[in-house]
């Protein structure tokens, strides 16, 4: 469920200042979910969505896609980019915590819908979270 709600400043020309939700998996793990630009010019350009498993008790996995359903047959896939955790060519990700790329989230999902999100784990299968209507407004708001 969702515990935190998500405050987004108005788009402006300057770079975009992170934005963070704290959700809860089944099992009661506190996650943050953090929406932030990408600015080490060594990565490509962009949005990016951190999930961080902030008890330790999760590996993520660092190549597998990111899965949001809606509920109502939208779903969608974001990229992997875990890799800019680290500095480039740094070999050693850290193991609670993956990125992925806003890029995917085509079209927008209906902002009054929660949003289910499937995390990968390196031991196979995946955490799911469930964002609320707010964090979701927020991601259609990018």
Known sequence: MLLGALLLAPAGAQAQEPQRWMLQDRDGHPWSLTLLEQADSAYPSGLRLRLTDRSGAHQLDHGRPLQLKDGV????????RSEELVPAGDLVLPAASAQFDLAGLQPRPRSELPLAIEVPLEAGGEVVLVAGAAAVAGLHGV
Do not use: A, I, Q
């Open 73 to 80: 047959g939208g779903g969608w896939l974001l990229l992997n």
